[in-house]
């Protein structure tokens, strides 16, 4: 079971790093194509449903999921642990980064009245530019969670008892 916690973890950080590229790469783009008909046809866009939805259930579940990973391995190997700690700081920091930088600057773009072409085009620009450095602390985050993967089955086939002959 604790396998499946620690693979989990890392299948799940994976998915919030490329929704987060994808909003990068398709969702900001679209958005800065033509302000400020784009930003309008994003609020109807995402009158609904937003990408906030996927993000408040899956970075908790990558975060709780890397914690509890954590603490399942801490006496392990210290190369697992530390690892996973460097990969659950990855997770937190880009939540953060979301909760104080993006949704301000994404509550502004999604206001009534709809600020100035001038304003939208410069919080657009931020917020895409951002996004790609929390897309880099993702990433690390996901790395370090693979290099425990691998430091937990190297410590694994190493830490055999040997076998008796007899």
């Given amino acids: 079971m604790k ?7 890392v299948a799940v950080a994976s998915g919030v790093l490329f929704a987060n590229i994808f909003n990068s790469m398709v969702i900001a783009a679209a958005t800065d194509s033509d302000i400020p008909n784009s930003v309008l046809a994003a609020k109807e866009f995402f009158r609904t449903v937003n990408p906030g939805n996927f993000f408040k259930i899956f970075s908790p579940a990558s975060q709780f999921l890397t914690l509890l990973s954590l603490i399942l391995y801490w006496r392990k190997a210290k190369n697992v642990r530390l690892f996973l700690g460097i990969a659950l700081i990855c997770y ?11 949704h301000p600057k994404t509550d502004i773009m999604m206001s009534q009245p709809t600020p100035d072409t001038g304003t939208l085009k410069r919080l657009s620009s931020e917020w895409s530019n951002m996004n790609w450095v929390r897309s880099l602390i993702l990433l690390i985050g996901v790395v370090c969670s693979f290099v425990a993967v691998d430091r937990f089955y190297a410590f694994k086939s190493t830490s055999k008892p040997p076998v008796e002959k007899i």
Wanted: charged share 10%; net charge neutral.
């Fill in 92 to 102: 937190i920091s880009g939540d953060i980064l979301a909760v104080t930088y993006f």
């Fill in 3 to 9: 396998k499946v916690i620690l693979l989990s973890s």
